[in-house]
T-cell receptor, first 115, second 111 residues
Framework: EAGVVQSPRYKIIEKKQPVAFWCNPISGHNTLYWYRQNLGQGPELLIRYENEEAVDDSQLPKDRFSAERLKGVDSTLKIQPAELGDSAVYLC?????????????FGQGTRLTVV | TQLLEQSPQFLSIQEGENLTVYCNSSSVFSSLQWYRQEPGEGPVLLVTVVTGGEVKKLKRLTFQFGDARKDSSLHITAAQPGDTGLYLCAGVGGSNYKLTFGKGTLLTVNP
């Protein structure tokens, strides 16, 4: 079974440019997460979806970040315009979430460099 | 906001040594997970602990959940170079069952 697929793996852009990341979760997983991970740090949650509904977006910088999960499957995360401080690894994860099962499966991430 | 503090932040040891890393919080979690992350990869789940005082073993790794469900530890016996990686604890808690990560412990096991 395929795991969580993210693309692109790497992206280098100039500041003020837009960028988008794509995530295809594990088939059947109802929950999808976007995390941001800075070098040497743990992942920080940006947004969590339950099916197509964003149930936690409190940490998403809404002035420049947006996300969508079409039909409760694939998801895209967009930054417009990008800033130097946005350089990080953006991780997508999915889970078949229940109160007794919260295991998250992660993709390989997209490493964004803003120059 | 539920915060998880991990210690130590960095650990470099020789092959064969034992080590313990800690994950502490002032908040109570319904469950706590440990992940290992290798360079260029996403975190991979090692274990989930749910019950206060619970101990789980995974080969040379022993995980313990504190009685009050606020802290956890990971003990590795006879570490091997293949154990090298970033060890992350993550707690599930709050009214929306949010999964919150600590900053991680970067372990290097030298041959």
């Amino acid at each position: 079974e395929a795991g969580v697929v993210q693309s692109p793996r790497y992206k280098i852009i100039e500041k003020k440019q837009p960028v988008a990341f794509w995530c295809n979760p594990i088939s059947g997983h109802n929950t999808l997460y976007w995390y941001r991970q800075n070098l040497g740090q743990g992942p920080e949650l940006l947004i969590r979806y339950e099916n197509e509904e964003a149930v936690d977006d409190s940490q998403l910088p809404k002035d420049r970040f947006s996300a969508e999960r079409l039909k409760g499957v694939d998801s895209t995360l967009k930054i417009q315009p990008a800033e130097l401080g946005d350089s990080a690894v953006y991780l997508c994860a999915s889970s078949l979430w229940t109160r007794s099962n919260t295991e998250a499966f992660f993709g390989q991430g997209t490493r964004l460099t803003v120059v | 906001t539920q915060l998880l503090e991990q210690s130590p932040q960095f650990l470099s040891i020789q092959e064969g040594e034992n080590l313990t890393v800690y994950c502490n919080s002032s908040s109570v979690f319904s469950s706590l997970q440990w992940y290992r992350q290798e360079p260029g990869e996403g975190p991979v789940l090692l274990v989930t602990v749910v019950t206060g005082g619970e101990v789980k073993k995974l080969k040379r790794l022993t995980f313990q959940f504190g009685d009050a469900r606020k802290d956890s530890s990971l003990h590795i016996t006879a570490a091997q170079p293949g154990d090298t990686g970033l060890y992350l604890c993550a707690g599930v808690g709050g009214s929306n069952y949010k999964l919150t990560f600590g900053k991680g412990t970067l372990l290097t096991v030298n041959p």
